[in-house]
């Protein structure tokens, strides 16, 4: 009896051993699976970062490129300003009702402007003119670099 109950104790522990065995090889290949699938994830995910941040510095160096080509410009323009090469003006209402007589024609023909009264203006509001809308440009040009951010970031969370 004793022997029979040792061979019978002997199978049992092997059939158990086998039983968990197969459950540690399922157990083991289902966390492989679930490894290969959560490194896949994070691969996918890596891939979309990169592209983001490429897509970013092109963006930004874009962007500095715009900004640094309406200074450029509003440099140019204030220069010509300073020098005289360049003249603001401004177009006269002469049918305006201010209660003031109308402006009188011009005696000479010292301009190349036909037609329409013209004032000039002083050299400083210029300058000020030209810093305002220069302001005003450069908060466009940010304003565009932002828009372009938030589409971008909308794609990549969409995907």
């Known amino acids: 009896m004793t022997g029979s109950a040792w061979v019978a104790w002997k199978w049992q522990a092997n059939a158990y051993g086998k039983g968990l065995a197969t459950q540690k090889a399922a157990h083991q290949t289902v966390l492989t699976h679930l490894a290969n699938a959560n490194s896949a994830l994070i691969l996918e995910e890596q891939g979309k970062r990169f592209a983001l941040e490429q897509w970013l510095a092109g963006s930004d160096q874009s962007h500095y490129r715009a900004l640094t080509d309406e ?89």
């Open 71 to 159: 200074k450029t410009n509003q440099t140019r323009l204030r220069a010509r300003l300073a020098t005289a090469d360049l003249r603001l003006s401004d177009l006269l209402d002469a049918t305006a009702a201010t209660g003031c007589e109308r402006m009188p024609a011009p005696t000479g023909s010292g301009g190349m402007v036909h037609g329409a009264h013209r004032a000039q203006l002083d050299r400083a509001h210029a300058q000020r003119i030209i810093g305002i809308t220069g302001d005003g440009d450069q908060g466009l040009i940010a304003l565009q670099a932002c828009q372009a951010y938030a589409r971008e970031i909308q794609k990549v969370k969409r995907n």
